[in-house]
């Protein structure tokens, strides 16, 4: 998004390392890329410009854009489609200065419509391993089931993913949230701690706070993403903040899916005051207008946040990853030293 008037917090926002602890790869295809592999695919787009696919980018809830993420999947045949999508977000957030991503992929995605999980699997973990190598960015890479499928799809997506375990840090839960409860996944999820997995689930970002417990009792996640409904009980607030866990809050994708109705409702500022682990992600940032810093300008703007608060939400992000000890006080430490840099420690 432009920034017209200075603002010392951009500067500060766009030097400071960070992680993304929430995007979906598949929500960082730009339209440009859409029409490209469309094209070199030979698949038919409903759309007739890039103008087109940008013009129809208005959603008023989770389903309406949902409907539009698995159209655009659609241009994804090749590995080389994967690793283009993945190298360009990550050339993309170099320039944000993002040191570590985790990211989710939705194998489900694909091999609903026959491309091959091996396709996905190798074309995204040889853009990650080129990003570390070239762009020094490291990386984690977490599968996401689709909840509106069933178990049993799951259970099968699990067993593709078998040969690629060593590749695969940890799992999710996406998709359409509300009549799909974590419960529904509680085998699956069980299975996946057994095999040494990460487990993280998408809760609370249209659906109740009933499902939050759930993501936390039920499944046993070792994180949230999104987590914003959370804030509606009370009990809850004080279980996330006394147990530590991190919340990974979307705040151009909340105002973009109606979650809020403006960015000043971001619930950013009241998780850091509740003592909750907030962190700032774009979730889908091609679909949602904007990239990491981009989020974390507007929350810096409409809820007028200090330098301290920005640092903060940016060392929650290692803290908050599944980086070793060791890495995460690396670059905490480099986050204080910007912060004192600025004379606000
Ligand atoms: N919520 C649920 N599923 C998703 C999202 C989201 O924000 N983005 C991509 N899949
Ligand atoms: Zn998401």
Redesign the pocket.
Known sequence: MADASPDPRSAFIAALPKAELHL?IE?SLEPEMMFELARRNGVALPYASVEEVRAAYQFSN?QE??DL?YLGMGALIEERDFYDLTIAYLERVHADNVRHVEIFF?PQGHTTRGVAFDTVITGITRALDEGEARLGITSKLIMCFLRHLSEEDAFATLEEAQPWLHRITGVGL??S?VGHPPEKFARVFAKCRELGLKLVA?AG?EGPPEYVWQALDTLGIDRID?GNRALEDEKLVKRIAQDGYTLTV?PL?NLK?CVIDEIGESPVKAMLDAGIKATVNS??PSYFGGYINDNYHAVARALDLSLQDIATLASNSFAGSFLDPAEIETRQAEIAQALEAQGAR
Do not use: P
Request: one cysteine or more; aromatic letters at 12%; charged letters at 35%.
């Open positions: 979906h929500g989770l854009f949902l993420y939705d996406d998709s949230e998408h970002e999104h979307c994708s899916l979730d889908d």
